[in-house]
């Protein structure tokens, strides 16, 4: 029987009348022993619990979790969440996911864990789910889907991702009034936090079929182990601002960025295939701009890292420096 592990915190914005307001945040800070059984989460079906433990997953420059973590089994309960409804603009969603294994998922089409949801949850029209497909029992691909929610029709990262590493996934479902079928859906993997616009995506969807009309739910969906793999899942934000569901580090405020870049990339100009680091910095990670992680380090003051793998071209590095999260961007010639 297939696990997940969804992870905790506290929830932010109230909960009225049933609906949750936007922009809403959600660590799973709840008492009890279910998700499914706490304010503004229903269960759809029956099985397996959605079960409130402790633990956090953490993502550099992100604002810091609070709460706890939960868990859930395949063939298990599935939740909805009642939200403001939203017919126009884009709605957001992003949350932590660490993809714990892929094995036994076998399913060739992979399997949808997240999404929103037009009307009655019992209804089944959903839009902007969130996908995985197993590469190998180590690594996957993520994929979005704007309307269908059968797998055939699902966009794929080109890139594959390793289990047992923490993403931030950023789906947002975008209204357009220029025709039935022509919604679009996008994906951001690893995008850094604390900007107010979005980066280019990782990848989009565009709609063949009809449009949701409007959104009013958020869905965490468990299936059979083959479709959903073992995941980890934190730091759930619900809006309809970029800002809203990838907020920054309080230690990574605009005035802390300023005076701590200056020790953290000295050449923002990579003329040489090397980037030259000003301070000790754990955790550094260098990522597209569509957000793919190709590099990992830590480095010591005043070391320099090869870079000469990489295209021309911007990124974003991120890393801590005395304890506090950074991120610069580069651009390499």
Request: aromatic share 10%; charged share 15%; glycine share 10%.
């Amino acid at each position: 029987m297939k696990k997940i592990y969804l992870l905790s915190g506290m929830l932010g914005f109230a909960v009225a009348f049933g609906q949750a307001a936007l922009p809403y945040y959600d660590g799973f800070a709840y008492s009890g022993t279910a998700l499914q059984t706490q304010t503004g989460w229903s269960a759809l079906n029956s099985g397996d619990d959605i079960a409130l433990v402790s633990g956090n997953l953490s993502y550099t420059g992100l604002q810091a979790p609070t709460g706890n973590k939960i868990s859930f089994a395949g063939s298990g309960i599935d939740a909805a969440l009642s939200v403001a409804a939203q017919n126009s603009g884009t709605v957001y969603y992003s949350m932590l996911v660490n993809p714990v294994s892929m094995a036994g998922v076998t399913d060739a089409n992979g399997g949808y864990f997240a999404g929103l949801i037009q009307g009655s949850p019992s209804g089944n029209v959903f839009g902007g789910t969130l996908w995985t497909k197993r590469v190998d029992d180590n690594n996957l691909q993520f994929g979005i889907e704007v309307r269908s929610n059968t797998g055939v029709s699902t966009t794929w990262t080109s890139a594959t991702y390793a289990t047992g590493q923490t993403y931030l996934l950023v789906v947002g479902y975008t209204f357009n009034t220029g025709g039935t079928a022509d919604d679009i859906v996008s994906l951001w993997v690893n995008p850094v936090p604390g900007t107010t616009t979005p980066p280019a995506p990782t990848i989009t969807d565009t709609n063949s079929t009809t449009d949701l009309t409007s959104v009013n739910n958020f869905l965490l969906r468990q299936d059979s182990s083959t479709e959903t793999p073992s995941l980890e899942i934190d730091e759930l934000r619900i809006g309809t601002t970029w800002a809203s569901v990838t907020p920054a580090s309080a230690t990574l405020a605009v005035s802390d960025v300023a005076t701590t870049k200056g020790n953290f990339v000295r050449n923002s100009f990579v003329k040489n295939n090397e980037i030259t680091f000003g301070a000790e910095a754990k955790d550094v990670k260098v990522y597209t701009m569509s957000g793919q992680l190709v590099k990992t380090v830590s480095v010591k003051e005043n070391e320099s890292v090869s870079v000469a793998e990489l295209a021309k071209g911007n990124y974003i590095v991120t890393g801590t420096v005395n304890n506090k999260p950074v991120s610069q961007k580069i651009l390499k010639d």
